[in-house]
T-cell receptor
Framework: DTEVTQTPKHLVMGMTNKKSLKCEQHMGHRAMYWYKQKAKKPPELMFVYSYEKLSINESVPSRFSPECPNSSLLNLHLHALQPEDSALYLC?????????FGPGTRLTVL | SQQGEEDPQALSIQEGENATMNCSYKTSINNLQWYRQNSGRGLVHLILIRSNEREKHSGRLRVTLDTSKKSSSLLITASRAADTASYFCATDSPMAYKLSFGAGTTVTVRA
């Protein structure tokens, strides 16, 4: 299995909702990432997990809460988001220097 | 944070032509990578060039790296409609596991 999967593909939520994004990889990669990408912009790093421990948090607001239950799974819990948080959320895992990206979750916050 | 600058921002070419895009960066690197992103999808790794390499080929892709000028170029030869995508350079950083992406070049290949 050489892919990163993400669910859901699309998510529409209100500002008072709580939702979660899920990411899974079975390549044995020990580093996993969450990125946020706005239209026509490069991905912006949000969080990095290394060996299931949070190693980088790029000063992301607390309404985004990452979780790494095990070496194959990465979640991003969302609560009280703002319309400006609407974006494509990408998960990635890393092998040596190369990052493998999932297809993303298109999030719309109303 | 974004380290790389890419140019051009957008490129439109005829099928069969070559496409060249450039990336400049600010700090020392161990390696530089190029990724492709089809509209609204995840990024796909294309090629990695290490700081001690000057040129690398992979199929129709040719990447050069000039560490003295802190710049890299990606050449796609004999372009196809399927090459229509955004292309990003990414550099490693002193912080382990972190990549810094350039602003990207959007390439449109016309049939």
């Amino acid at each position: 299995d050489t892919e990163v999967t993400q669910t859901p593909k699309h998510l529409v939520m209100g500002m008072t909702n709580k939702k979660s994004l899920k990411c899974e990889q079975h390549m044995g990669h020990r580093a996993m990432y969450w990125y946020k990408q706005k239209a026509k912009k490069p991905p912006e790093l949000m969080f990095v997990y290394s060996y299931e421990k949070l190693s980088i948090n790029e000063s992301v607001p607390s309404r985004f809460s990452p979780e790494c239950p095990n070496s194959s799974l990465l979640n991003l819990h969302l609560h009280a988001l703002q319309p400006e948080d609407s974006a494509l959320y990408l998960c990635a895992s890393q092998d040596d220097n190369e990052q493998f990206f999932g297809p993303g979750t298109r999030l719309t916050v109303l | 944070s974004q380290q790389g600058e890419e140019d051009p921002q957008a490129l439109s070419i005829q099928e069969g032509e070559n496409a060249t895009m450039n990336c400049s960066y600010k700090t020392s690197i161990n390696n530089l990578q190029w990724y492709r992103q089809n509209s609204g999808r995840g990024l796909v790794h294309l090629i990695l060039i290490r700081s001690n390499e000057r040129e690398k080929h992979s199929g129709r892709l040719r990447v050069t790296l000039d560490t003295s000028k802190k710049s890299s170029s990606l050449l796609i030869t004999a372009s196809r409609a399927a090459d229509t995508a955004s292309y990003f350079c990414a550099t490693d950083s002193p912080m382990a596991y972190k990549l810094s992406f350039g602003a990207g070049t959007t390439v449109t290949v016309r049939a």
